[in-house]
């Protein structure tokens, strides 16, 4: 058993709604403090520019420059010391709870054999590359004014690559509610049918 089929398993065998919601209130509480404290801080170090993480079309060395430079040393400090480690902790707890979300819908929505549920993994290498992304650009904070193009270059792609697969874990997730519903709508129409019949009869 490799490590993939062995993640899905244990996420399909701890998908309840219990351990879902467990996890959903500390991926909320650090996504809002996130969201409504720690970035607001860096835009207003950064004159407005988008923080690394949310350009959803990557970045060249150049504009990542820009951005160190504008950040100051004290937009540096918040972005390295608030930010990634906040951010951190945000990837291990949406792993889990990515992935259980995943399991649930696929587990409701569609059949056991179903090859869907090998997409379970994703948010496995979802928080791989955010991971991977984040540990870059808290080397171009730290090492600043010192600076690689060629590690700016790479977190860009990071990013980009961490945008394409949160995408289609969003996209997996209306798959799997779309799937719920259908399979939900079948089995009533069934029911109807049977109870129909046994009346008929």
């Known amino acids: 058993m490799n490590i993939f089929t062995k993640f ?3 996420s399909e065998r701890y998908s309840t709604g ?3 919601i ?3 209130i500390p991926w909320l509480i650090v996504g809002l403090t996130l969201l409504l404290y720690v970035i607001p801080e860096i835009r207003s170090c950064s004159n407005g520019l988008e923080i690394f993480d949310l350009r959803s079309n990557g970045y060249s060395a150049e504009e990542a420059k820009v951005l160190l430079e504008s950040l100051g040393e004290e937009g540096r400090n918040v972005y390295l010391y608030k930010y990634v480690p906040l951010d951190m902790a945000f990837i291990l707890i949406y792993l889990p709870l990515w992935s259980l979300i995943l399991a649930f819908l696929f587990k409701k929505g569609f059949k056991p054999e179903s090859r869907i549920h090998y997409f379970v993994v994703i948010p496995l290498f979802l928080a791989l590359f955010d991971f991977l992304e984040n540990t870059g650009v808290a080397i ?3 090492i600043f004014p010192s600076f690689s193009s060629s590690l700016a270059g790479l977190a860009g792609i990071l990013t980009v690559i961490k945008n394409y697969l949160a995408t289609f874990f969003y996209v997996l997730v209306l798959i799997g509610i779309i799937g719920w519903i259908i399979k939900r709508v079948r089995v009533h ?3 109807n049918l049977i109870s129909t019949s046994h009346k008929g009869g």
């Open 8 to 10: 899905q398993e244990l």
């Open 18 to 20: 219990r351990n879902i």
């Open 22 to 24: 467990l996890l959903f």
């Open 140 to 142: 171009m904070l730290s």
């Open 189 to 191: 129409k069934a029911n």
